[in-house]
């Protein structure tokens, strides 16, 4: 495990050290994920699907709801009723 202590810039922001950008293939532009809980915070790399990646994931969803019976139609219904439970 890298370990690194990094200073707070006046604006709040932080460098982060070559070898860990290069390690995680981190480039310019790249687009980080904050957590925080207690005192702890940890940065996660969001890593975007490629244009073929994400078609080949809504064909599987595509294939996956029409073997459940699942139509176009249906997806507002059972959105509605996602949100339904989630409120209690």
């Known amino acids: 495990m890298d370990v690194q202590v990094l200073t707070v810039s ?8 070559i070898n860990i950008r290069k390690k995680l293939s981190i ?7 904050v957590y925080a809980s207690n005192d702890a915070i ?3 790399t969001l890593k975007l699907p490629s244009a073929e990646d994400f078609e080949t994931a809504l064909s599987e969803a595509q294939k996956w709801a029409a073997s459940v019976g699942y139509a176009e139609d249906d997806v507002n ?9 989630k409120r209690g």
Not at 10 to 17: H, M
Not at 27 to 33: A, E, M, R, S, Y
Not at 77 to 85: C, L
Request: glycine share 8%; charged share 35%; proline share 4%.
């Open 77 to 85: 219904d059972i959105i509605k009723a996602v949100r339904r439970n």
């Open 27 to 33: 480039d310019t532009g790249d687009k980080l994920v």
């Open 10 to 17: 006046s604006k709040g922001q932080i460098s982060l050290p």
């Open 42 to 44: 940890m940065l996660k």
